[in-house]
């Protein structure tokens, strides 16, 4: 009897500590997601100069960082235009409503007149290691701050 209960406890056990599992892991895989959708619809909003593609995913905080460069493009005419060249999820944390995901990018940037299409800031690339901290607000992610990695001032 006690064997046969030792042995149910041990498989309680499992289960459970699977589902825990499962579950720390989905809600990672769900931080690192959204990250890699919010790399793609980045490059969107830097093409159409169109802020306003990032506000349901950013909260205000990090929409303030965003402005400024946006403005630079509306007042002068241009856009960006970006290739992600490299991509990689090197770690994903999650708490409750907030999850840190930390990538090792390589990104190559230019900027296009809007009207004409011509180049007018040559391609150039730049790899960033970058920490995102990610607010859950109403059942969805959102980017609060991204840290570069490679810049100890910041």
């Given at each position: 009897m006690i064997n046969r209960l030792s042995g149910m406890n041990v498989t309680i056990f499992l289960a459970f500590t699977l589902l825990v599992g499962c579950g720390a892991n989905k809600a990672e895989e769900e931080a690192r997601g959204f990250v890699q959708s919010y790399c793609s619809i980045m490059q969107d909003a830097y093409s159409r100069v169109d802020l306003k593609i990032l506000g349901q995913m950013t909260t205000e905080k990090e929409m303030r960082k965003l402005i400024p460069l946006f403005q630079a493009m509306s007042v002068t005419g241009n856009s960006m235009k970006t290739e992600i060249l490299e991509f990689k999820i090197k770690k994903a944390k999650v708490e409750e409503n907030r999850a840190t995901v930390r990538t090792s990018?390589?990104?190559?940037?230019?900027?296009?007149?809007?009207?004409?299409?011509?180049?007018?800031?040559?391609?150039?690339?730049?790899?960033?290691?970058?920490?995102?901290?990610?607010?859950?607000v109403g059942g969805s992610w959102k980017v609060d701050s991204i840290k570069n990695l490679n810049d100890p001032g910041k």
């Open positions: 990018e390589r990104w190559r940037y230019w900027w296009t007149d809007q009207k004409t299409g011509v180049i007018t800031k040559p391609k150039h690339e730049e790899s960033y290691d970058l920490e995102y901290n990610l607010l859950k």
